[in-house]
């Protein structure tokens, strides 16, 4: 593994062991076995390193997605939005830098959305149009279907994360997938 590469593993193992609060450079040049001074040759900054994090992070977010295959859209969505809550309960670091963070590499609604520049929202609404052509879903803006389906499963994973609810990680998914039967609803 090159320099670079061990100072990214070691910044996600400090980002989850101590937080975004606490996230230190010199920690993580610590972990890697380098002097403050080796790690900024390789990041000009904190902010630079967890930019660096934020693209291995979505990296590792769109290739959970790429792994669904199905073709039918409602289930595709259903497979994202599983994937999307073991994402977070699986490997919370990487989640946070994509979902949490301010890393300077996520994209900022609407205009980044509406651009295509999120390749795993670009999907979804692709899904969501194939799912309102086919009737299974109303008509309405995919893009803010979209913002709505993401952000229902963001709020029950930041409840959960938060210990706001006392259901173990199976209850708990049996939850996100009632969630998502009712926001899929095909229309009356």
Known sequence: MDTRQTILTCAMAELERS??????????????GLTPMAVYRHFSDREALLSAVGEAAFAAWEQRIAKIKTREPLQWLR???????DFALDDP???????????????????DFAEG???????????IAAAQAE???????????????WTQLHGLVMLHRSGR????????QALVGR???RMLRAPQ
């Open 135 to 149: 009737g299974l879903l109303e008509p309405d803006d995919p893009l803010e279907l979209t913002m709505l389906f």
């Open 179 to 181: 969630a998502m039967d």
């Open 93 to 111: 670091a990487r989640f946070e830098a994509c979902f949490i963070l301010r890393t300077r590499v996520e994209r900022l609604y609407p205009h």
């Open 19 to 32: 937080g975004a609060v606490d996230f230190s450079l010199r920690a993580v040049g610590t972990a890697a």
């Open 165 to 172: 609810f006392s259901l173990k990680r199976r209850a708990f």
């Open 117 to 127: 520049r999120s390749p795993a929202v670009a999907q979804m609404m692709e899904r």
């Open 79 to 85: 497979s994202v939005g599983h994937a999307y809550i």
